[in-house]
């Protein structure tokens, strides 16, 4: 038995192959890479600049190319592919799983997909064609055709003797489907249910009829949830007639997972989920600008609202000190009560049933924090600035944008979701803009009506 | 053989429980808790305001107790428990297993955890200590104490006959542990292996040497991230001596994955992880204040800034009026930097070899965004305000804080781990410090120098 695992053991290989890399030390570089585990190798071209990454590939024999292709992200990903010959390509996906060949393919751009497919030879083709032919983000995609299927009227000894002459099984089997002539699927029966039984039992008797199965066009998000809610380890996928195309398995839904809570939080800021953090640098300004651009977009409206109330802050400089106050407040408030619908929504637990009552929640919340900032706001201002009417009218305006923030952040999403528009990428931007606006309007107007 | 799933399914239950609740039909209501599993009813209570849910509680048959605390939430199962009398806490917990006891026990109030302990008879209590030794966020404290050890020298028959008489195996069971008679882990046999092996096969000779084990200390978060790495289903728990105390399963590190998605994500925001969407209104205000405390704090800062600039102020009402454009396109590009690296460091890309190089291209990637946005903007004043001196001002300002705002993204997470602060919870509010006081000095500043 190896020792313990040693947490740091991937970092520490990083620093050696880079050491060996600079040195120029190639033929150590090759036996590193030699020596681990694809996911490893993955995990050091993600944590490498591109031209690192390119050599490192280089180095790395043809024989691993695709396990780590199946381990990298999009992005790394399909920057290594443009830059292999299609026949590379295809040798490299020819031992990969139905499921992360469909991914890898789907993921390029077209002409290099055309280009791949023509390299291939016929059964290839085929074999590519049908991985793709599921929509992307659905049940059909993320499966994997490897089932081992029964009959349901053999006995239990037949099976094992018939698994001992088959030999090795496919990774991560951990049930076997059981489907009539038609290719139904009629039940299912776990291994563990295989080592337990009588030898001469039917299959029939031993397998679980009650067992659900997941439509191949049901959105992998679902998937994930029936996955996480139910803690299976597989499951089977069956088309609309009900007979088994596939399974789904538990490392395939992990990754979904991850992707689907990283999603937000890239989103929110304005990113792509798979950027790359090691991305050539025009890239990656391309890539946020147009987020940059829309907040330009959303900073020059809150300026034109200041800008109607120049007057008021020419004769005030006070004013114009105090201004970003009250939509910093509103912004931040906003933002939790958006964080919070959005996961929320996420996990399944904001739905039309209960939203109202959530929104009124959130709306009591704004008025509670918009008491409390308020009566501070007020009380500081009253000191720093020495002026008591000041005060009340920033704590006014505080009030207002408050309860506008939580209303906003409650049914932004909730609106959005319903127009198809996903909320975590442009929920915060039209947040910001409303408290922004709000909190402006409410500061310098009734500045103007009360102090001028 | 169940129909195929329909993906709503817990949805439509919750509008007819909702309905049944309303209408006061409690026979319905317990009649259709009692057909949901027990995810799909903590679903529900998750789902539902906190009346709603002592009331589903109350209905709820005492018998499902325990499968229903297991899969809520930290704060949903806190409130529930707190309300519970403690014997009927203890009959709850009974059958839990080892990780999930760990998990409701560790994160009660202590006075409520010392009420249920005393109430323990001396076999659970001791059972329940055992779970509580190992440190939270440790793999001794996700781990299942429900292992099949097998010795080396016995042979497949033999471990085949042993299964059958002992029946039911334990839940997501993949895998047998051989150990010797210091129990110390000698070799892992699948339960594939086991199925496909010859009868008269000895244990040693299809058991697999080479796996690892994960240290009882090793902290969950690398758990997971071996889990994710290697596709693992589960994977067995050694003391220092190398003796085997457990496993854990896929199923836990599932939850351990999205909690860590999900942590940046809310922390970003100021918010609690395990926040409770429905939440009472007066606990939720008092969780969210702290941030907005802080907030209100580096808003006041950034006043205090432009208070040092009245007099250029009190001249010029325009400053005033396009004084947020700065900060704010500094502080959404510092976040998209420093959204990047926190993600960058949650999955092991980031690290001391190549954060050099990280930061250097965040700084290429800012002077870049800096030349467009600053000629933008520029075009934009110069247009609108008539003022072609004023366009040079800005875009200088602009320059100066979108590079400002990219070294501190890309520098603050990596400055913090070091520190072990967590930078997705403090990292934006001293990033938006930073922007906005950089942008506000940039601006005012200059506009001082040359328009007075």
């Not at 390119?54 to 830059?83: C, P, T």
């Not at 803690?231 to 195309?245: G, I």
């Not at 007057?311 to 006070?318: D, E, I, M, P, R």
């Amino acid at each position: 038995m190896a020792e313990a695992l040693e947490s740091k053991y991937a970092q520490s290989q990083l620093k050696k192959l880079n050491a060996a890399l600079a040195d120029g030390r190639f033929v150590s570089v090759r036996k590193l890479l030699h020596e681990l585990p694809p996911s490893d190798t993955a995990l050091i071209l993600e944590s490498s600049p591109v031209k690192t990454r390119d050599d490192l590939w280089e180095l790395l024999d043809a024989d691993f190319h695709g396990d780590v292709l199946e381990e990298l992200s999009e992005d790394v990903r399909n920057g290594i592919i443009g830059k292999m010959m299609p026949a590379n390509v295809v040798d490299a996906l020819e031992e990969m799983d139905t499921d992360d060949l469909a991914e890898t393919l789907s993921s390029l751009p077209d002409q290099v997909l055309q280009d791949i497919l023509q390299s291939m030879d016929a059964q290839d083709r085929l074999r590519a064609e049908q991985a793709l032919s599921y929509g992307e983000e659905t049940a059909g995609f993320i499966m994997n055709t490897d089932t081992i299927t029964l009959r349901p009227d053999v006995t239990v000894d037949v099976v094992l003797r018939y698994l001992r002459l088959k030999g090795d099984l496919p990774e991560n089997t951990d049930t076997f489907y059981v489907v009539n002539r038609t290719d139904n699927l009629v039940g299912l029966v776990p291994l563990t249910r295989l080592l337990t039984a009588a030898p001469d039992d039917k299959v029939s008797a031993v397998m679980d009829e009650e067992s659900e199965a997941i439509p191949v066009n049901m959105p992998d998000d679902e998937v994930a949830s029936l996955f996480e809610r139910y803690n299976w380890l597989s499951a089977p996928v069956v088309d609309e007639k009900h007979r088994l195309v596939g399974r789904i398995t538990i490392d395939d839904v992990v990754d979904i997972i991850r992707e689907d809570a990283e999603h937000s939080m890239m989103s929110m800021a304005g990113l792509d989920d798979e950027e790359d953090t090691f991305a050539p640098v025009l890239k990656s300004t391309k890539r946020r600008s147009i987020w940059l651009g829309v907040n330009l977009f959303t900073a020059l409206m809150a300026a034109a609202v200041s800008d109607l109330f120049e007057a008021t802050l020419s004769q005030l400089a006070v004013l114009a000190i105090l201004n970003t106050i009250v939509p910093s407040m509103g912004g931040v408030a906003g933002n939790q009560t958006l964080t919070l619908v959005i996961r929320g929504m996420a996990l399944g637990h904001v739905n039309p049933s209960n939203s109202r009552w959530l929104i009124s929640k959130e709306l009591a919340i704004g008025f509670l924090n918009g008491i409390i900032w308020a009566v501070l706001i007020a009380s500081v201002i009253a000191v720093w600035k020495q002026d008591f009417m000041l005060g009340t009218i920033i704590a006014f305006a505080m009030m207002v944008n408050m309860v506008a923030a939580a209303l906003s952040g409650a049914t932004l999403p909730i609106v959005m979701k319903k127009l198809k528009i996903d909320p975590a990428l442009a929920g915060s931007v039209i947040l910001t803009t409303i408290t922004d606006v709000v909190g402006i309007f409410a500061f310098l107007g009734t500045a103007t009506l009360f102090l001028l």
